[in-house]
DNA sequence: TCGATACTTGAATGATTGCGCAAATATAAC
DNA sequence: GTTATATTTGCGCAATCATTCAAGTATCGA
């Protein structure tokens, strides 16, 4: 009952398939998938990286990353809408800041993976 | 010293950014990104997820993702380049499984993140 | 009120990327 | 040898994305 049947884009083995989709059912991928694009790019990286330390408001960030304030506005906007970054505002400043500290445990778990290598 | 520089794509306070500078200076920016990327696409992350579980083939890896075997064997090509994942080839087939279990912690302390929201 | 500063935003653009397609490779069965 | 199966690969294109540019909002000092 194992191998015997062929593939075709069907299916080799029915009980692993069956397995691995029910892992699958548990979790939603579209919404995962969107954090870790959060942390897939440099400039947007750099960001969190650098909050990882303080709050620094956009001007910095800036300088930091490296780009133009208009690109780090951008992918601010979108690290907020990911609810990765939170805003606050004094005057006409605008600080930004890590929403919670999970996301330092997830930078280093990863950084001691890829040092491991 | 503080606050009283203006910004123009210079630096509002120095010593915070220099302090974030030194941060981001002890890490592969463009390495860890890159790593991150691997799990943005949700067929990527599919395949990831599936083989936390067991060894698949292509075909069964494209039924499980619900994607062509074309796809699946293009991102495997990705996700091999990476060494995200390892092959082992039997006859006809060929079987992938993840390179280590980090990949597994790791995809934990994401997912425990996301359901903290 | 006026101008400068700090940041945001929408549109335009060039680059990247995911996947379909068709051809190629590799192995097994006959 | 031929044929069928399982997977890989290069090409091409549509879609997505990151950044620039220019215009916009908001706040402060004069």
């Given amino acids: ?3 015997d ?3 075709e884009v069907l299916v080799v083995d029915k009980a ?3 397995h691995a989709r029910e892992e699958l059912e548990k979790v939603d991928i579209e919404k995962m998938a ?3 694009k959060a942390f897939s790019d440099t ?3 750099q960001i969190i990286m650098a909050l990882t330390v303080e709050e620094l408001c956009v001007c910095d960030l800036a300088t930091v990353a490296g780009v133009s304030i208009s690109a780090v506005s951008h992918q601010l906007r979108y690290l907020r ?8 505002k ?3 400043k605008v600080y930004y800041s890590l929403r919670d500290e999970h996301i330092s445990t ?3 778990t990863v950084k001691e993976h890829l040092d491991e290598t």
């Fill in 1 to 3: 009952m194992k191998d």
């Fill in 5 to 7: 049947e062929t593939c």
């Fill in 16 to 18: 692993k398939v069956n």
């Fill in 34 to 36: 969107e954090f870790y």
């Fill in 43 to 45: 400039t947007r990286l």
């Fill in 81 to 88: 809408n990911l609810s990765v970054v939170h805003k606050r």
């Fill in 90 to 92: 004094t005057g006409r």
């Fill in 106 to 108: 997830i930078l280093n």
